[in-house]
């Protein structure tokens, strides 16, 4: 027989007396317990702090001074929950007390930031040879996630994956996807909007009110399918239902993974954790789905079309250029891993505007002038979503990029190492030490911004564009995808679907943010949604059909 704390409080309760003594008990016991662990994981962390500033020194020239780090604290150190979830909090803070060059713990991995664009150019000049850390510095359990994916892995297995998945995701790629996206994008928002109305009881000319619409929630799947589709092809019913069956399972894992602590290291594999049996029950599923999606892509491949992707992946694998662990783990991070990520873009973006109807109305317009065929264009809209930001820069790219400059996608880049040593601010950094990037600290407070750097004013981007020779006076003073070829493999698929979702949305409806006090709200004070390592905005904006007068 056995029996739960809380049995213990209820099994006297015909004696009030002898429950009051057990809860005041047990209350105590909790606090000392609970006490004892503090100041035990508080020497833990001290002791260990002092052996690591010893095992890897960072000194400066002159005068010997260490590079200012802050206190290790076991196990987790500052990542990920420090560096991810609390990251936009934690990057002004730590700057404010360590510095425009400090270092921070992710578990016993020390990661040396970087705030300021002459630190982050002497470090990425060469980011061809760096070596991504392993497994994110994020422990065991990441390892077995994602540790073998194209993100996290260097030299030439990032070389052999890169080459087996890259065909479906080159820039020269757009075209064969672009007629698609604005179809998918609109069907699929057209859909959303309608059920969301309906869903209000109204009926025949009661419609077509304000649609209320979450930016994360309503459309979190349309990236997410349109970029299975272009991975795997159609999919039929069933394959995509179990496919985002398994986004929620695999989004309570990461969250496990962002938490750390035990299942940082190896040895708790052994443990009989949770987490240690949802991963394998996760990668199993995942591996088994894979396997039947490739089959179905084998059998509806028609004669003389283009087999989907997957085909010429699995090839790889069946060839040797590339292992299985590593191509699942690669969609993986493709598809689950670009949720949040994809989202966080799309979401900020669609808010801006509709945070700024002025901003909102120009945007209109200018896709107004873009869906008109001209004499020799037959197809403007397309030319227009593909259209470079170097050689034809429009309202539309400026205005995600600013989204992304105020709303970076995580506040610290992903670790990577240097093959050589640097010297930054006079302190020697040796060769292998991780480097991150404080996003917040380049795009934000970086007086290069100007006065009104926390405005959203996507007119500075056209005017840069204009006065400093297009995107290579910014090169190291803005962090959305990274530099050189270690840059994000999907940037290209998800640029064009932030664009085709946004015309799709200011072309047909009017937005506006629900609750907001006024035109060009504080941007500043809305509410975030602190529990995903990706940040995203937590609040609605008011969708009116186009054809409505706006209220």
């Not at 150190?77 to 060059?101: H, M, P």
């Not at 980011?127 to 994110?136: F, R, V, Y």
Request: with cysteine; charged share 25%.
């Amino acid at each position: 027989m056995s029996f739960s704390t809380r049995d213990l409080l209820v099994l006297p309760s015909n004696n009030p007396a002898v429950a009051s003594v057990l809860v005041i008990g047990a209350t105590i016991a909790a606090i000392i317990l609970l006490r004892g662990q503090a100041i035990l994981g508080l020497l833990i962390s001290r002791v260990a702090h002092i052996i690591l500033l010893r095992c890897y020194p960072i000194k400066h020239v002159k005068h010997e001074a260490n590079l200012p780090s802050l206190l290790y604290r076991f196990p987790n150190g500052q990542g990920n929950v420090e560096k991810f979830l609390r990251g936009r909090i934690n990057s002004a803070e730590w700057e404010r007390q360590y510095g425009g060059l400090y270092r921070l713990w992710s578990g016993m991995s020390g990661e040396v930031v970087l705030t300021k664009p002459a630190h982050v150019e002497a470090v990425f000049r060469d980011s061809h040879n760096h070596s991504k850390a392993q497994a994110n510095d994020s422990g065991y359990l990441m390892d077995r996630l994602l540790g073998s994916c194209l993100g996290l892995i260097s030299g030439r297995p990032w070389r052999a994956v890169k080459h087996a998945v890259e065909a479906p995701f080159l820039h020269s790629s757009m075209s064969q996807y672009v007629a698609d996206v604005q179809d998918f994008a609109g069907a699929y928002l057209r859909r959303v909007l309608a059920q969301k109305d309906a869903s209000d009881g109204a009926s025949g000319q009661q419609r077509k009110r304000v649609v209320l619409l979450h930016p994360v929630r309503d459309i979190k799947l349309l990236p997410f399918l349109f970029v299975a589709k272009v991975v795997y092809g159609p999919l039929d019913g069933g394959l995509e239902g179990e496919l985002t069956e398994m986004i929620q399972p695999r989004e309570d894992l990461f969250k496990t993974v962002i938490g750390g602590g035990i299942t940082r290291f190896a040895w708790s594999r052994f443990l009989p954790l949770p987490a240690i049996r949802a991963i394998r029950d996760f990668k199993d599923g995942w591996a088994r789905w894979n396997d039947r999606a490739h089959a179905h892509a084998l059998r509806v491949n028609n004669p003389g079309a283009s087999a989907a992707p997957i085909v010429a992946m699995y090839k790889a694998v069946e060839e040797g250029r590339i292992t299985r662990e590593q191509l699942l783990q690669t969609l993986d991070e493709i598809l689950f891993a670009n949720i949040d990520v994809t989202m966080g873009g799309l979401s900020w973006a669609l808010v801006f505007l509709a945070a700024h109807r002025d901003v909102q109305e120009a945007l209109r317009s200018e896709v107004r002038r873009n869906s008109s065929p001209g004499p020799d264009q037959a197809t403007p809209r397309d030319a227009y979503l593909l259209s470079s930001w170097v050689t034809t820069p429009t309202l539309l790219g400026a205005c995600i990029l600013e989204a992304a400059r105020l709303r970076p996608l995580a506040a610290f880049s992903v670790p990577q190492a240097c093959p050589t040593e640097r010297v930054l601010d006079g302190f020697r950094i040796p060769a292998g030490t991780n480097f991150v990037v404080d996003a917040y600290a380049l795009n934000v407070r970086d007086p290069f911004w100007g006065h009104d750097r926390d405005r959203y004013r996507p007119e500075r981007w056209l005017e840069r564009q204009k006065s400093e020779g297009g995107h290579l006076g910014l090169r190291y003073r803005y962090w959305r995808f990274g530099f050189g070829p270690r840059t994000c493999l999907g940037k290209h698929l998800t640029e064009l679907i932030l664009r085709a979702v946004m015309v799709e949305m200011v072309e047909h409806w009017y937005m506006a943010l629900e609750g907001a006090g006024g035109e060009g709200e504080d941007d500043m004070d809305w509410p975030w949604n602190d529990e995903t390592w990706i940040h995203s905005p937590e609040l609605l904006i008011r969708c009116e059909p186009l054809a409505q007068k706006p209220t």
